[in-house]
């Protein structure tokens, strides 16, 4: 039984360039959510998909984006990086979004901005 | 808004002993979940137990069980017997109810508590 995988594992990029990050969702689940967690701290909600469409978003600006594909797997899309965008980015799925309903996570891909 | 805090950045324990990590939230709403996860240093965040707000009994995982006390907001971890293992950074944290409250599901995390196991 497939987990939450992530790719990439790693990844360093620059001031100003753009990333794409991936996350296929545990075998039967259909909703994706994306956190970010920055060093010593908490996951923070970025957003999450359901039937290919954005259903919630946290504070995050628009340079933020996703995309959710008609086989549950998604992509974070973050533009004009900035070196505040240093974090790990970690993919969760979940069945349906019920409150009783845990979010599985992946491991997570290490994005640092130089 | 929903809050959810932890007032322990770090705790120690020896192995083979009880330890207890506390959480309290904050939420207007009658429907809820409260989880906690459990991440390595490797980065993985790992889903340990499940408590609902509704639930009468309290939430037990093997070692892993949750002291639920809804008149106080409180939800805390105890681990038992612990082991060299159970070293790592661990998140209370909240979900909403998917409809009514405008809440689809996102969980709220706490700052966690590192729990490090003495041999």
């Known amino acids: 039984d497939a987990g939450v995988t992530q790719s990439p594992t790693h990844l360093i990029k620059t001031r100003g360039q753009q990333v794409t990050l991936r996350c296929s969702p545990k075998s039967g689940h259909d909703t994706v959510s994306w956190y970010q967690q920055a060093l010593g701290q908490g996951p923070q909600f970025i957003f999450q998909?359901?039937?290919?469409?954005?259903?919630q978003r946290g504070n995050f600006p628009d340079r933020f984006s996703g995309h959710q594909f008609p086989n549950y797997s998604s992509e974070l899309n973050v533009n004009a990086l900035l070196l505040g965008d240093s974090a790990l980015y970690l993919c969760?799925?979940?069945?349906?979004?019920?409150?009783?309903?845990?979010?599985?996570f992946g491991d997570g891909t290490r994005l640092s901005i130089l | 808004a929903q809050k959810i805090t932890q007032t322990q950045p770090g705790m120690f324990v020896q192995e083979k002993e009880a330890v207890t990590l506390d959480c309290t939230y904050d939420t207007s709403d009658p429907s809820y979940g409260l989880f906690w996860y459990k991440q390595p240093s490797s980065g993985e965040m790992i889903f340990l137990i499940y408590q609902g707000s509704y639930d009468q009994q309290n939430a037990t995982e093997g070692r892993y069980s949750l002291n639920f006390q809804k008149a106080r907001k409180s939800a805390n971890l105890v681990i038992s017997a612990s082991q060299l293992g159970d070293s790592a950074m661990y998140f209370c944290a909240m979900r909403g109810p998917l409809h009514g409250s405008g809440n689809t599901g996102k969980l709220i995390f706490g700052q966690g508590t590192t729990l490090q196991v003495k041999p």
């Open positions: 998909y359901y039937e290919e469409e954005e259903r």
């Open positions: 969760a799925s979940s069945l349906g979004g019920g409150v009783n309903q845990p979010q599985h």
